[in-house]
């Protein structure tokens, strides 16, 4: 599984005295951060979709992304964002097309 810390604390967001924030008290500052950004209000649960799709779009391998997110199987990661993967193999499919045509060519 995936951790950081803070400073000397485990949490990801830890209050003043180094235990866990509340979730509702980070949901409100998100929230806070967006309306003030001129942001549409989502679901702090989306950012972990946002991390997921720029990750596998940009190359990093399917099990990595799983072990980060928590997932218990490289299947359920590639099952939630197959339409990221799909977008890549038809990527590397033409890629490959590329690469035959050019050696055809020769």
């Given at each position: 599984m995936f951790t950081t810390s803070v400073g000397n604390s485990p949490w990801v967001f830890p209050s003043p005295n180094g235990g866990p924030i509340s979730p509702d008290s980070v949901l409100h500052m998100f929230h806070r951060v967006l309306k003030r950004a001129g942001l549409p209000k989502v679901r702090f649960h989306d950012l972990r979709h946002t991390f997921a799709t720029l990750v596998l779009q940009n190359g990093v391998d399917v099990k990595t992304v799983s072990g980060m997110l928590g997932h218990f199987s490289a299947g359920f990661t590639l099952d939630t964002y197959a339409?990221?993967?799909?977008?890549?193999?038809?990527?590397?499919?033409?890629?490959?097309?590329?690469?035959?045509?050019?050696?055809?060519e020769t």
């Open positions: 339409h990221i993967t799909s977008a890549a193999q038809r990527q590397a499919a033409q890629t490959m097309g590329s690469v035959l045509a050019g050696t055809i």
